[in-house]
């Protein structure tokens, strides 16, 4: 399930550019009010599959009505509306999450205060075997190298796809039970797509930030819609929308 939050500035706001790290830490802090012992087992534990941890949520980059940067800032006037979108396909996390902040209007981030506008669900897509992703916050691929550190892929699509594909074999079993062994493929429409460079806690993240081919098994599709397409999906990565192709 994907939600739809939309906030307003209560005065002149300024938000750091590489803010994902605080959006992390709104949600835990939220499930929190509601279960401490859910929000710490999410945080600290994570749903678990040998060695491979999810945290089964994703969202997207905020949404301003109108701002402007100021070096490293985001400058919104007061009065303005913030959009942002969270999935999970976790009852129980979606429950904690929104009856938590249904439950205030007021809210502090980056400790700036925005108040609460509303909270709408949003209509699952329809899925299809092949479909256009287009990317809400940055998609990320990465494979180990030399040293435990990470190589970020952003031109391989081989490698891309059979990267995506494990990954949603795992949460799919961890939703499920089950064993999925299908695939699924992520192709470029353009031959040079568009990356984006993230700072989270000083780690810096690349990632693909352009409209993608998705095409393959259906429920694989469907998971990464909820949980997120790639890595990191609770740092702020991988929040997509799936949309019918027209072309």
């Known amino acids: 399930m994907k939600i739809k939050i939309v906030f307003k500035t209560s005065q002149k706001c300024f938000v750091p550019l590489n803010y994902q790290q605080y959006l992390t830490q709104f949600v835990y802090e939220n499930i929190g009010e509601y279960s401490r012992e859910y929000a710490n087992f999410l945080s600290k534990k994570g749903y678990q599959l040998k060695s491979k941890t999810f945290k089964m949520f994703c969202f997207s980059f905020l949404y301003f009505e109108d701002f402007i940067i100021n ?15 969270f999935a999970s396909p976790i009852d129980k996390l979606l429950h904690c999450f929104i009856d938590s902040i249904l439950k205030k209007r007021y809210f502090s981030f980056c400790n700036q205060n925005f108040y609460l ?6 209509l699952n897509p329809f899925i299809k075997e092949k479909m256009l992703v287009i990317p809400e916050s940055v998609i990320v691929f990465s494979k180990k190298i030399k040293d435990g550190y990470a190589k970020y892929i952003v031109d391989d699509f081989n490698e891309i796809s059979r990267i995506a594909t494990n990954n949603l074999q795992s949460k799919f079993f961890l939703l499920t039970g089950k064993e999925n062994k299908n695939e699924i493929k992520l192709y470029p429409i353009v031959e040079k797509v568009k990356t984006k460079l993230v700072i989270y806690k000083d780690i810096k993240i690349k990632g693909i ?10 429920t694989l599709i469907e998971v990464a819609y909820h949980c997120g397409l790639g890595e990191k999906n609770s740092m702020g990565f991988g929040s997509i929308q799936l949309k019918s192709i027209n072309f």
Request: charged share 40%; hydrophobic share 40%.
């Open 209 to 218: 930030f352009d409209n993608l081919i998705i095409e393959g098994d259906k």
């Open 117 to 122: 506008l509303n909270v709408d669900a949003i």
């Open 71 to 85: 070096e490293d800032k985001i400058i919104i006037e007061e009065n303005k509306k913030i959009t942002w979108y």
